[in-house]
């Protein structure tokens, strides 16, 4: 059974389709890599999968409360620290236990410092940090390496393996190679053609919080 499948979807931005004819499925225990260059779609379809906008055409059958989204901003709050951003997290999604968090994405010594006094890797440690503390089976990831150095990657990548050899699923957005045993699915093929607008008011304003990088769901 999968946790979440595509049928003939298109996604569209600012009213125009930018992918159509998408159909695949992700099951527990797989990861699925999207490839394709920049401004190809990859951001949009992500935010659909998460239930952020609506579909343009077809169908994205999932349980809207079994996906994490983490999109290019790290969306925490400057003004609490490492603990309290996470523990925020933990409260919002059902109380998971934030100790092996701390521990797996090396934030332990971190934990008092407020989260407006990190690095820019530390930020997108701790951000990334919060997937675990979701209990949410389906990880859904838009570039989550950005500003990390390469030990960091390697912790990002342990922790993706680990949620699903338990049993979860991960789709994500990445140009790098981060040693997964994957499915790699091109775009590009799919990019829509140009001949039909959609106006209305949901869709234009999913583009403007599109723009805004969306960071977490």
Do not use: C
């Not at 049993?167 to 045993?181: N, P, Q, R, S, V």
């Amino acid at each position: 059974m999968s946790f979440i499948s595509v049928t003939d979807l298109a996604v569209s931005r600012g009213g125009l389709p930018v992918l159509e004819g998408l159909t695949f499925a992700v099951k527990a225990g797989e990861i699925l890599v999207l490839r394709g260059p920049n401004g190809a779609g990859k951001t949009t379809l992500l935010r659909t999968l998460a239930g952020l906008q609506p579909p343009f055409a077809g169908a994205v059958t999932s349980d809207p409360d079994a996906v994490a989204y983490a999109a290019h901003a790290d969306g925490l709050k400057a003004t609490l620290t490492v603990t309290e951003n996470l523990s925020f997290w933990s409260g919002v999604y059902g109380g998971g236990d934030i100790a092996p968090a701390l521990k797996h994405f090396n934030l332990e010594a971190l934990r008092d410092r407020p989260a407006g006094n990190l690095s820019a890797g530390q930020k997108r440690r701790l951000g990334l940090a919060r997937l675990m503390v979701t209990q949410r089976p389906i990880w859904v990831l838009d570039e989550p390496t950005v500003s990390l150095d390469k030990a960091s990657v390697a912790i990002f990548a342990e922790a993706v393996k680990e949620h699903v050899a338990k049993g979860g699923a991960a789709i994500i957005a990445t140009h790098i190679d981060l040693g997964f045993e994957e499915t790699v699915f091109d775009v590009t093929p799919f990019k829509a053609r140009h001949d039909v607008v959609r106006n209305d008011f949901d869709t234009s304003f999913d583009d403007f919080e599109d723009d805004k990088d969306g960071a977490f769901l």
